[in-house]
């Protein structure tokens, strides 16, 4: 059964830094597209960045374009959000998901989502 296991939420000041992880098992992480959501209180599900599958290549939101990092580490089937310049508008909780359309920044596309972690951005 795939697992999608996100880590490394917290609170953090504005201004401050946060690594996102998510540990995939039971799915190869370079043969999916995997994408990284967000929710806050209220509001949809929103886009935040992804990474491809075959070429390992990322996009992004508008909303944290320049300022997140996102990447995946083959061996230990992990992928990660680097998050910098973190601003409280940030403040969500964060799921990880996979899916098998390319660049796709569609929630309906990805099949296979972690239950999320909260990041608090406090000003």
């Known amino acids: 059964q795939v697992q999608l296991v996100e880590s490394g939420g917290g609170v953090v000041q504005a201004g401050g830094s946060l690594r996102l992880s998510c540990a995939a098992s039971?799915?190869?992480?370079?043969?999916?597209?995997m994408g990284w959501f967000r929710q806050a209180p209220g509001k949809e599900r929103e886009f935040v960045a992804a990474i491809s599958g075959p070429g390992g290549i990322g996009y992004w939101s508008d909303s944290v374009k320049g300022r997140d990092t996102i990447s995946r580490d083959n061996g230990k089937n992990t992928v990660y959000l680097q998050m910098n310049s973190l601003k409280p508008d940030d403040t969500a909780v964060y799921y990880c998901?996979?899916?098998?359309?390319?660049?796709?920044?569609?929630?309906?596309?990805?099949?296979?989502w972690g239950q999320g972690t909260q990041v608090t951005v406090s000003s």
């Open positions: 998901a996979a899916s098998t359309s390319p660049y796709s920044r569609r929630a309906d596309d990805f099949d296979y």
């Open positions: 039971e799915l190869t992480v370079s043969s999916y597209n």
